[in-house]
Structures are given as structure tokens and as C-alpha cells.
């Protein structure tokens, strides 16, 4: 048997010991590892309404529209037939479901142009179409507007990957209604809840005080604390 016969056997062997060292291993951490608890909780269930994928509301568009009944009908089908002048103080006979909560913009021509009310009205003199509705809102909002433009404020539903699809950036009507634009309280959705949090319901034993991800948890243990001490301390 020549040298390199021997040299090849030799690593033959050596190399089964090592396959056979790596199953051993295996086994070993299967069955001498230390069992872990894996919390088990209940499923949130969140009603699909709560989830809006789109907008939160649908705006006019150019030319406005409005729909009653089974009729679809323009600003300008009813505008165009009388002279649109009314006193501050008469009561609308119209449109009477809108209900204007704008903060000191509490007259219609602020924002609607007088002699076309199918346009929105500029400082400058300028008209616009409702698709346009930026322009007009950004005149007394100019940093929520430069915000919307960065995107750290409002909504853009579509692809991040430009190659894929289309990006669209909802307008400010689109999530606001123009006439009442504050949003009324809302619930927010449940937090997360993975396991690398810890267990919710595990008590504070289980907490891993160097995890950033269940520090959180410690805040919320005291702050519970301190509620329960200020409560006993009023109702002895």
C-alpha cells in the first residue's frame, strides 16, 4: 500500500469520527438542553374596520360632485341659476348636513371661489380645482404642509419599490373632512406581543432586564405599582 493510499484512508477515518462527533453533539443538546417555557395568550381579534388600507374618506374631485338619491349632480347645476350673495347671519337652506368646525375659517368664501363654485380660492386671486386642495389648505398650514410633502405627515399607500408600482400620496381631504377637520378620539389597535418581549402574564421574574425590547415592561410594572399605592392611599 503506497503512502497516499494510507493518507487517503486516514482521512476517510478521521473524517467519519468527525460526522460521528457532530451527531453526538446533536443528540446531546436535544436532550440536555433546558426547556423553555413558550407563553401561550389569547389572539387579539381587531374588527377589519379598524384597518383603513386606503383612504379614510372619499374627496371631491374635479369637476365636484355630489350625489343624492339616485342623481349626481355638479356645483354649478344649482349655483349658476341664482346669484350666490347670503347674509352671515341667515341660516343655510342647503347643505345643511355640513357642519363648519374650522377654527376661525367660519365663512365659505374663505375657501370656495364666490362666482365659481366649482373652484377653490387662492390668496392671490388665483383659482383651483379641488384635485389642488394643497394649495389651499398649505396658505394657513405650512408646516404640516412641508410635512406632507417629506411624508412624515399623512398617508402614501402603494409600493416603496418605484420599479414594482405606483406611489400615491393621499391629499389632505382624503383623510380630513375640510369643514371639520379634527379627528374625534379613536382607539388605538393592541401593541405587539412577540416572544422576544417576554410574557406579558409571566410576572416580573421573567423579565430580562438588558433586553431593550422588555424594558418597557419594567415602566409598566411601576407605573401600575404607583397607581395601586396613590389608590390605596385615597381609599383606605
Known sequence: ????????????????????????????????????????????????????????????????????????????????????????????????QIVLNHGTNDACLNCHAKDDREKLA????????????????????????????????GKTIGYWDSTKGESVKLSCTQCHDPHSPAYKGMAPLPGPNTLRMGDRHGGHDLIDEKNPLQRWRLLEEEANEDHKQHDEGDHP
Open 1 to 96: 500500500m503506497t503512502g497516499e493510499h494510507m493518507k487517503h484512508d486516514a482521512d476517510s477515518i478521521i473524517g467519519y469520527f468527525i460526522g460521528f462527533g457532530f451527531l453526538i453533539t446533536a443528540v446531546l443538546f436535544v436532550f440536555t438542553s433546558p426547556t423553555v417555557a413558550i407563553p401561550k395568550t389569547d389572539a387579539v381579534i381587531i374588527a377589519p374596520e379598524q384597518i383603513l388600507p386606503g383612504a379614510r374618506r372619499v374627496a371631491l374631485a374635479d369637476p365636484p360632485m355630489i350625489h343624492t338619491g339616485s342623481m349626481s349632480q355638479r356645483c354649478s347645476d344649482c349655483h349658476d341659476l341664482f346669484k350666490n350673495d347670503r347674509a352671515p347671519d341667515r341660516a343655510l337652506t342647503q347643505h345643511t
Open 122 to 153: 387662492i390668496r392671490s386671486g388665483e383659482h383651483v380645482g379641488f384635485e389642488q386642495v394643497k394649495q389651499l389648505c398649505a396658505q394657513c398650514h405650512g408646516p404640516i404642509a412641508n410635512d406632507w410633502e417629506r411624508g412624515t405627515h
